[in-house]
């Protein structure tokens, strides 16, 4: 699947895809202190091409943060308990061929519409986005 945008951050079927400033490491540890510093729980990091390594195989740099906010996310789950396959939130951030780091998330209001709930419901989600975007490649 191509990973080019012609507006940035423009979602692309519910994803949302940016350019990073930094490589992969320091992309995800930035966008990491920034969460944390806003309040959100990061649950996990998983480093897929590590595991891959691990596995005798090997791909570019790859990770995924799993992150949310129970007050966030909580109102979503209340209303319609099939959002839990979308929360917590996750941000993917990778190396392509070219060397460049990109970051892709699943667009709040995506996951909004995807589970049929009133568009307004998608304003907790938008402030990890916002942080997102500070790391974007302009």
Known sequence: MPHDVTELGRPHYGVIRFRSKLDVAKTLEGIEQA???HGVTVFARID???DAARAGLSMRPEQMLIFGNPK???PLMQAEPAV???LPLKVLVWEDE???AWIACNSPDY???RHELPPEMATPLMPPMA???QFAHS
Do not use: C, P, R, W
Request: aromatic fraction near 4%; hydrophobic fraction near 45%; glycine fraction near 24%.
């Open 35 to 37: 969460l944390v510093s």
């Open 48 to 50: 897929f091409s590590g």
């Open 72 to 74: 966030a996310g909580t």
């Open 84 to 86: 839990g396959l979308d």
């Open 98 to 100: 070219q060397g460049d």
């Open 111 to 113: 996951i909004v519409g």
């Open 131 to 133: 942080i997102l975007q």
